[in-house]
């Protein structure tokens, strides 16, 4: 769809446009998060979690832009394993009192010693890493006020992919 959407921006506009290939790059990031998004909220929706998985997807979505983290191989990939934790997850788990604390202490304390950790394409100038580490420490911390089973879940399951594992599984 990409490659359709880009061909027919350069043929109508091929003087003022950058190349195919850019906005076909830009397009799939755009369509892809389209997709995940919206398969997302129609499955959370049937499952009658639609609350839920929405708060689940912007809080690991605004983390994730903060801290970075680990990137599966395809989108495809990508596509079906964000749309399978953004449902399952705040579906199947609920923490409250003490296990929440603790969940939330341990993103806290991950996003501490290794956020951010941004993909090697996304060329984040190295001064702004103490403020995407302030940030990441600061939305987690956030939790314990709000004190959201949800939000702690995505914040946990955000945290792990920030940590730079040695010999991961390539998915």
């Keep these: 769809m990409a490659i359709k959407i ?16 850019i906005m076909q790059y830009a397009l799939n990031i755009i369509l892809n998060t389209l997709l995940t998004i919206t398969a997302s909220l129609v499955i959370g929706g049937l499952l009658n979690n639609f609350t839920e998985t929405l708060i689940f997807y912007i809080c690991f979505s605004i983390l994730r832009i903060c801290s970075g983290g680990f990137h599966l191989r395809t989108a495809t990939a990508c596509n ?9 997850t705040p579906f199947l788990l609920n923490f409250t009192g003490s296990s929440l604390w ?3 202490a341990f993103s806290l304390i991950i996003m501490f010693l290794f ?4 993909d090697k394409n996304a ?13 990441s420490i600061a939305l987690v911390g956030f ?6 089973s949800v939000i702690g879940l995505a914040f946990l399951v955000q945290s792990l992919t920030v940590i730079p594992w040695k010999g991961r599984l390539k998915l």
């Excluded at 880009?6 to 290939?21: D, G, Q």
């Excluded at 964000?82 to 449902?87: A, F, S």
């Excluded at 060329?123 to 940030?135: E, V, Y």
């Design 102 to 104: 603790i969940i939330n």
């Design 115 to 118: 956020a951010p950790n941004p």
């Design 143 to 148: 939790n314990f006020i709000i004190g959201s």
């Design 6 to 21: 880009s061909a027919a921006i350069k043929r109508a506009n091929p003087e003022e446009t950058c190349s195919e290939e």
């Design 123 to 135: 060329q984040i100038p190295l001064r702004w890493f103490p403020g995407l580490k302030m940030a």
């Design 80 to 88: 079906i394993v964000t749309t399978l934790i953004c449902v399952l």
